[in-house]
């Protein structure tokens, strides 16, 4: 899920635009972004079920280095 601080047009146009098709949360009044401290964006950020950061890059993620976070998480079966 992405969190925008843009206004949600904004978000659809941009997210259209660039071919992203996952669910993003419009965070104008900036409880989500507040709510983790986020330092900085863009900003990948990793959270588990329980709401826990388990991992924060700023700008572009190298794909290794995401799924080699996410693997740690979810176990493989």
């Known amino acids: 899920m992405g ?4 206004q949600p ?6 997210l259209t635009q ?8 419009s965070d104008v009044d900036y409880a989500v972004s507040d709510l983790y401290n ?14 826990v950061i388990r991992g924060y890059w700023e700008g572009p993620v190298p794909i290794q280095d995401l799924e ?9 079966g």
């Open 3 to 6: 969190v925008s601080l843009d």
């Open 9 to 14: 047009e904004s978000d659809k146009k941009w």
């Open 18 to 25: 660039h071919q992203q098709e996952f669910p993003t949360l």
């Open 38 to 51: 986020f330092p900085g964006f863009p900003a990948v950020v990793l959270i588990d079920e329980r709401g």
């Open 68 to 76: 080699a976070a996410l693997k740690k998480l979810i176990p493989v």
